[in-house]
């Protein structure tokens, strides 16, 4: 199977080859004093239906972009590794495998750049069911459970179990514990990057029970460990979203999606706003010396810097800087510039047509929701609505637009909300 499979994607690999998109980093160069050791890029969720479809040329924006990232440090213009955090295939079939891993070989530099994935039981298993490792195994040449050392720093990730019915599985909890204890015997100040498809229960965004996409399986044995980073998928929520970062015991980071955008609004999840499906996005992570870890969150589609955090002693779990507290604090209200108004145009039916300027991030984050309200004269709620901003692009929505039930004398009134719930002061008009 293996020299049938490497048949396929050697072919494949060559013909994406000759159309692979060249990509441009538009965010301006980091003038820190930075200087990187290691670097990586990951991202989860491509979900490839065939081979060279819109998705796999999406990965190959991301690896382009983040050689591209690579060559304007001139301390260290190297990507050391490429990876992907599981839904790797929409459907879990041969040729899907074969069109993901032709995508990243199109692009990616064999000599310099590392491959690792995860297999999850999600999409990845939906057809081969237990093969499915097997046909990971066959094309990446590695276990589906591994433990890469690269430039000295340590990466497990773990697939789904070859435990028919089961996610993870007794045996796959032991052997974490075994290559946790001997990363930290090698160095217990540096960081360890863990990956495995689904959130941790409680952690980034998407991952409560309500939410829907996380699990707490290894949770237990990652709060022994507070030099883990561990990256997630499965969820598909926006990692520009400040929520998408969190640390308590450990850190987690959520990573996106190469394939539509999903969010939990007002209680509700499984939530596909407008513009979901313009969405590839990724991190690209570097370390240094010190073992401090910048994450630089991606919109791959244009190359633009959506995010940036950067992380010191993962050690100490009280010099945290990301934990929900201290984001919520550090975090305030949006705001419409001084001179924004909403401009309302009536329409048929008893309906108007209301618009206002996007407005404007006071602490740097996302704003999330737009809201609109309309009321009577006497104060009665005749129409309400919600538009969630497409965030997740470079250049989200520069005009809010909400068709309305409204009549003469009512009053609108517009405000913007970030992702903790702040909300703007109103724009208000009343309907003449």
């Known amino acids: 199977m293996k020299k049938i499979l490497s048949v396929f994607v050697s072919l494949a690999t060559f013909f994406l080859s000759l159309v692979a998109p060249c990509n441009t980093v538009t965010a301006p160069k980091d003038e820190d004093d930075f200087v990187p050791v290691l670097r990586f890029v990951i991202a989860s969720d491509t979900h490839i239906q065939a081979i060279g479809d819109v998705r796999s040329h999406r990965i190959q924006k991301i690896l382009s972009l983040a050689y591209d990232d690579a060559k304007q440090s001139k301390s260290y213009p190297k990507l050391d590794a490429a990876l992907f955090a599981g839904d790797l295939t929409d459907d879990g079939r041969y040729d899907e495998f074969i069109g993901f891993r032709a ?21 990845d298993g939906n057809r081969l069911n237990k093969k499915s490792l097997s046909v990971y195994e066959a094309l990446s040449g590695m276990n589906s459970d591994f433990h890469e050392q690269i430039n000295g720093f340590h990466f497990i990730g773990l697939s789904a179990s070859k435990t028919e019915g089961d996610h993870y599985s ?30 941790v229960l409680d952690t980034v965004y998407g ?63 499984k939530v596909h ?61 949006p705001a419409f510039a001084s001179d924004a108004s909403i401009g309302i145009k009536k329409s048929l039916g008893g309906k108007v047509k209301v ?34 901003n497409d965030y997740w692009i470079a250049n989200s929505y520069e005009t809010i637009r909400f068709t309305a039930s409204a009549s003469s004398g009512d009053t609108v009134s517009v405000v913007a909300e970030n992702a903790y719930g702040m909300q703007s002061a109103p724009l208000i008009a009343q309907i003449g």
């Open 103 to 123: 995508a990243v070989d199109s692009v990616r530099k064999k000599d310099e750049t590392k491959f690792l994935a995860v297999v999850a039981k999600s999409h």
């Open 355 to 388: 618009s206002v300027p996007a407005a404007e991030s006071t602490d740097g984050n996302i704003i999330f929701i737009y809201r609109l309200t309309v009321k009577d004269a006497s104060g009665n709620v005749v129409d309400e609505q919600k538009l969630v």
């Open 170 to 199: 007794e045996y796959q909890r032991v052997w974490l514990r075994e290559q946790l204890e001997e990363a930290v015997k090698a160095d217990p100040n540096k960081p360890i990057f863990v990956m495995h498809h689904e959130h």
């Open 207 to 269: 991952s409560t029970e309500e939410d829907g996409w996380g699990i707490d399986y290894f949770k237990d044995i990652f709060e022994e460990y507070p030099q883990i980073i561990h990256f997630s998928g499965h969820s598909h929520y926006p990692i520009n979203d400040p929520r998408s970062i969190w640390q308590g015991a450990f850190t987690a980071v959520g990573t996106g999606a190469v394939y539509y955008a999903e969010l939990t609004v007002d209680g509700e999840n």
């Open 273 to 333: 706003p407008t513009n979901n499906k313009k969405i590839a996005q990724t991190w690209i992570v570097e370390v240094n010396a010190q073992n401090e870890v910048l994450l630089k969150g991606y919109d791959a589609l244009s190359g633009s810097l959506l995010c940036k955090y950067k992380l010191h002693d993962l050690t100490d779990t009280n010099a945290r800087s990301y934990t929900p507290e201290q984001q919520m604090a550090a975090s305030s209200a």
